[in-house]
């Protein structure tokens, strides 16, 4: 029982990671029918930012607060080169303009930052905590505290304001959006300087757990695009369940398994998912071939 307990708490932990990344997908997804594969960079320069602003003497919640508004920056400016000059391209073209983006991005930290791996400081101390033999991180609440606020704040933001309708009908109709006189553009900025606000929360949060480099965004970007797709791409909760999914799945597989297959995990999860379940766990009742 303790076993399995560890390895529920490990995978909830990495899946809730997972979770934000998949809504990072997920709410550009929905503004813009863009599969943005740059996602898991800004999971990278939140925690290699968070690093870097700490060791430069910034107090941790300063250091922390730029390490989201920078990527979020980021996210602007990726959106405003890279996706506006070519709006309306096919959708395999917006997908490898956003794998290009996340080359540059990658390629530019590691110029700047190095090779090297980093870690935060756990937020609330090393001591663990122990519940039925297994033991769980200070750290691991942060991180499904920090995501549970997250989904409830998008949750108020999309059904309590006028931005957040804004680009609710922005996904739904993109031209009917635009003639009852909603800026479409705007939608699609808010939308990516959001998604790498969030990724880059992930980052933060799981840098003290699983260190940080400068190409860990690879890996962890597609684990939360397995999880878009796992819950329904477009669908917020199921991006949540799936990153969820994701991650406990990869925890029991590395752990009664092999860990040598843990990475491949979530990627058996997508194919069966796909061939049995195409829309999803939580997908619409349309699909489209891309």
């Not at 076993?3 to 490990?10: A, G, M, P, R």
């Not at 609440?141 to 409830?152: D, K, R």
């Not at 962890?220 to 878009?228: D, E, I, R």
């Amino acid at each position: 029982m303790a076993e399995f307990l560890q390895f529920l708490f490990s995978g909830i932990t990495v899946g809730a990671t997972y979770a934000l990344a998949a809504l990072g997908f997920t709410l550009i997804y929905n503004a813009s029918n863009v599969i943005n594969f740059a996602q898991g960079e800004f999971i990278m320069l939140g925690g290699m930012l968070a690093v870097f602003f700490s060791q430069a003497g910034l107090p941790l919640p300063v250091a922390l607060a730029l390490a989201i508004a920078v990527p979020a920056l980021v996210g602007i400016v990726v959106e405003k080169l890279a996706i506006e000059p070519v709006k309306g391209a096919e959708t395999v073209t917006l997908i490898i303009i956003t794998i290009g983006a996340s080359l540059v991005i990658r390629g530019l930290v590691q110029v700047w930052l190095g090779k090297g791996t980093f870690s935060l400081p756990a937020f609330s101390g090393d001591v663990p905590l122990h519940f039925m033999g297994a033991t769980l991180m200070p750290q691991s609440l942060w991180v499904l505290g920090v995501t549970a606020v997250v989904v409830v704040a998008l949750w108020y933001f999309f059904n309590h304001t006028l931005h957040g309708k804004a680009m609710l009908a922005t996904s739904h109709n993109r031209t009917a959006a635009e003639l009852v006189g909603i800026n479409t553009n705007w939608v699609l900025l808010m939308s990516f300087a959001m998604s790498a606000a969030i990724g880059a929360m992930g980052g933060i949060l799981v840098t003290p757990i699983t260190l940080t480099s400068y190409d860990v965004g690879i890996m962890l970007g597609l684990k939360g695009f397995v999880g878009a797709v796992v819950g329904g791409l477009g669908n917020g909760l199921g991006a949540v369940v799936g990153g969820l999914l994701v991650g406990v799945l990869e925890a029991f597989g590395a752990g009664y398994i092999s860990s040598a297959y843990k990475d491949a995990m979530p990627f058996v999860l997508i194919l069966l998912i796909l061939f049995f379940m195409p829309r999803g766990l939580f997908g619409g009742k349309s699909t489209d071939r891309v």
